[in-house]
């Protein structure tokens, strides 16, 4: 069974672009959480989606956005970056149950603000 | 609200020896918990994880943990460590469909 698969892995943009991550979560996974992580935060959680619906959501200015799709694809978006938006951006998916759940992690997308 | 506390931010041992990562949390009820590591450049790796039953958890590259509720601590321990496991360490807890919350992680270190 394919694990979670993040798109880009790495890449760079501007102050003030914008900026798109793609997750292709466990086949049979309908949870998407996405998380946000530097040297200096550690780990942070930004949303995380079930069956297309926002279901939990972290402490991230509006810039952050995300969405979920039908088949449980996720992507999340980043207006206008800031230098302070570098990091390492993981994407985790799971069952999405009340209980039990175990969240398996992609290998993350690079971002670099310049 | 929920916390993880990782005391250790950094951990030196020699291939061989012995390894315990401590990790205390704080939540209301009854929590899971998790053992994650982040290889450099990598995503989290699932190690372990407790949701019930026997406190005493077995988890993949030989690694175990015990959750003692009267300490609130889910540490990590390995018997004889390879330098293969130097990599970074994270404890996480949750419950049901709420988010993880992590713990600053414990880079570790091993020296020949």
């Known amino acids: 069974k394919a694990g979670v698969t993040q798109t880009p892995r790495y890449l760079i943009k501007t102050r003030g672009q914008q900026v798109t991550l793609s997750c292709s979560p466990i086949s049979g996974h309908r949870s998407v959480s996405w998380y946000q992580q530097t040297p200096g935060q550690g780990l942070q959680f930004l949303f995380e989606?079930?069956?297309?619906?926002?279901?939990n959501k972290g402490n991230f200015p509006g810039r952050f956005s995300g969405r979920q799709f039908s088949n449980s694809r996720s992507e999340m978006n980043v207006s206008t970056l800031e230098l302070g938006d570098s990091a390492l951006y993981l994407c985790?998916?799971?069952?999405?149950?009340?209980?039990?759940?175990?969240?398996?992690f992609g290998e993350g997308s690079w971002l670099t603000v310049v | 609200a929920q916390s993880v506390t990782q005391p250790d931010i950094h951990i030196t041992v020699s291939e061989g020896a012995s390894l315990e990562l401590r990790c205390n949390y704080s939540?209301?009820?009854?929590?899971?918990l998790f053992w994650y590591v982040q290889s450099p450049g990598q995503g989290l790796q699932l190690l372990l994880k407790y949701f019930s039953g026997d406190t005493l958890v077995q988890g993949i590259k030989g690694f175990e943990a015990e959750f003692k509720r009267s300490q609130s601590s889910f540490n990590l321990r390995k018997p004889s460590v390879h330098w293969s496991d130097a990599a970074e360490y994270f404890c996480?807890?949750?419950?049901?469909?709420?988010?993880?919350?992590f713990g600053t992680g414990t880079r570790l270190t091993i020296i020949p």
């Open positions: 996480a807890v949750g419950a049901g469909n709420e988010k993880l919350t």
């Open positions: 989606y079930f069956s297309e619906t926002q279901r």
């Open positions: 939540y209301g009820a009854t929590p899971y």
């Open positions: 985790a998916s799971s069952t999405g149950q009340t209980s039990g759940n175990t969240i398996y």
